[in-house]
């Protein structure tokens, strides 16, 4: 007769384990460590979501490495890409959208965009959202033959939060961004020390992932194109 036996506990468990998935592992690898900076910890409107910033060192100045992650209960994700630089972040008001302020070197800054899908936030775009706002810029009669050589930065103008009540505009909160692009120029003439483009507004609509420009902001937008600094 053949006798059945039961496996040990300890022998079901392993063959349990190796059987299953393993486990993605939530939080930054080995080597990065949480900032203590109170200014790079960033908690959104509803409470739910905090944002931690880990920095890996190095001996090689451009080999520092930040990364920053959504921390939601006991979910960890990964606000890419990772950067060299601390970020800045800034939520709309419903907790939905997220704008990340990326330094990328001495004058010169980009933007992310992300949105909650799942009860995580990801990247709403496939390029940054200051790529974007540079394609808008470039694809305009007005302002696509400008060269921009250094300082390039595109940035989020405050009012995020509230719809930008603060320039007396009605418009529908957790909507629209409004975006400043600055940048210089390499060539200029003699009696000029700066010359090149200086806070040029367009607003990115969330809803509808398209730019435009607001009336209100033509007589800016021309004076910005004309922008410099003479010696």
């Given at each position: 007769m053949t006798r059945f036996c039961r496996p040990a506990p300890w022998l079901a468990?392993?063959?349990?384990?190796?059987?299953?998935?393993?486990?993605?592992?939530?939080?930054?690898?080995?080597?990065?460590?949480l900032t203590d900076n109170a200014d790079l910890a960033f908690t959104s409107p509803d409470g739910a979501t905090k944002l931690e910033q880990y920095m890996k060192d190095?001996?090689?100045?451009?080999?520092?490495k930040w990364q920053v992650w959504a921390r939601r209960g006991d979910q960890m994700t990964e606000l890419k890409p990772e950067q060299?630089?601390?970020a800045g972040f800034r939520f709309?008001?419903?907790?939905?959208?997220?704008v990340r302020m990326q330094k990328t070197g001495s004058g010169s800054q980009d933007l992310f965009l992300y949105h909650v899908e799942n009860g995580a936030f990801v990247n709403a775009t496939k390029k940054s959202l200051s790529d974007l706002a540079w394609a808008y810029f470039h694809s305009r009669r007005d302002t696509k033959n400008m060269k921009l050589d250094y300082h390039?930065?595109?940035?989020?103008?405050?009012?995020?939060?509230?719809?930008?009540?603060w320039l007396g505009v009605d418009w529908p909160n957790n909507r629209y961004l409004l975006i400043s692009l600055s940048?210089?120029?390499?060539?200029h003439p003699k009696n000029v020390a700066v010359k090149g483009l200086a806070d040029w507004t367009c607003r990115y609509d969330l809803k509808t992932g398209?730019?435009?420009?607001?009336?209100m902001f033509?007589?800016?937008?021309?004076?910005?194109?004309?922008?410099?600094?003479?010696r």
């Open positions: 468990l392993a063959l349990f384990l190796a059987a299953s998935p393993a486990l993605a592992a939530s939080g930054p690898p080995p080597g990065f460590v190095s001996e090689d100045l451009f080999g520092v060299g630089y601390g709309t008001a419903d907790s939905q959208w997220l390039i930065s595109a940035n989020l103008m405050k009012g995020t939060e509230d719809g930008y009540r940048g210089a120029m390499d060539k398209k730019f435009d420009v607001p009336q033509a007589k800016g937008n021309a004076e910005a194109l004309e922008w410099e600094i003479k």
